[in-house]
């Protein structure tokens, strides 16, 4: 399938009735300082270069982020501090992520989540990470220059690796362990897979996850891809 007819099919789920309620109150109520803005509060694509060698997998959207702008990591901090480090590899045009239309175009770089819904205090259940697998799956059989993946988060590095397992009949032995830097090589002509600590508040603001971390990441991935070159 093509992008544009993953991206509906992805708009319009509705598998998981929890998070579709809970999306669409929390586009009715608002947060106050967004109180005069038109709510997304539908499932959210992926975003970036079809023509991407790396690709990011996060969570999921954010409350007021994503399920409020309609694109992966814009409108909250996270967003600009992934961008920030994206930026200063040569993965983004610009270092921040206010808005889906702020002009900021990836390049070489594809953005997912785990899950398409927001999910209540950010925790998705067991069963709704599995149903929103067929979307990861389509989503990145449209995306078939990718090489390198890198993980935020350990959510997003075991929905990958079930992805792998699930469309190509590979589990790695041992199995990677998610950690902050990692890197796992899983062979058959799969993405390498690089691990990083999630960008939210509770990483970036207790110093769990600092700038130079972030931008480390980013500058393996961009070294395995000019590797690759």
Not at 196 to 216: E, F, I, V
């Amino acid at each position: 399938m093509s992008l544009a007819t993953v991206r509906a099919a992805i708009v319009a789920c509705n598998d998981c009735p929890r998070l579709r309620r809970y999306c669409a109150v929390i586009a009715r109520e608002k947060k106050a300082a967004h109180r005069d803005e038109t709510y997304w509060g539908r499932p959210v694509p992926g975003f970036g270069d079809p023509d991407a060698r790396l690709l990011l997998v996060g969570l999921a959207p954010a409350a007021h982020g994503a399920n409020r702008t309609g694109r992966v990591f814009t409108g909250d901090g996270s967003g600009d501090f992934l961008l920030s480090a994206m930026h200063a590899a040569g993965f983004a045009s610009i270092p921040t992520s206010r808005s889906a239309d702020d002009g900021l175009i990836l390049r070489d770089a594809y953005i997912l989540a785990a899950v398409r819904c927001a999910p209540p205090d950010n925790k998705p259940t067991p069963g709704e990470i599995a149903r929103c697998r067929r979307h990861l799956a389509a989503e990145i059989a449209a995306l078939p220059r990718v090489r390198v993946v890198v993980a935020l988060g350990k959510i997003g590095h075991d929905a990958f690796l079930a992805h792998v397992a699930e469309t190509h009949g590979t589990r790695p032995r041992p199995r990677p362990a998610f950690a902050h830097g990692s890197e796992a090589r899983l062979g058959g002509g799969l993405p390498i897979l690089l691990g990083c600590y999630h960008p939210s508040r509770q990483n970036t603001n207790t110093g769990k996850l600092t700038p130079p971390m972030m931008r480390a990441v980013f500058q393996r991935a961009r070294a395995l891809l000019n590797g690759l070159d």
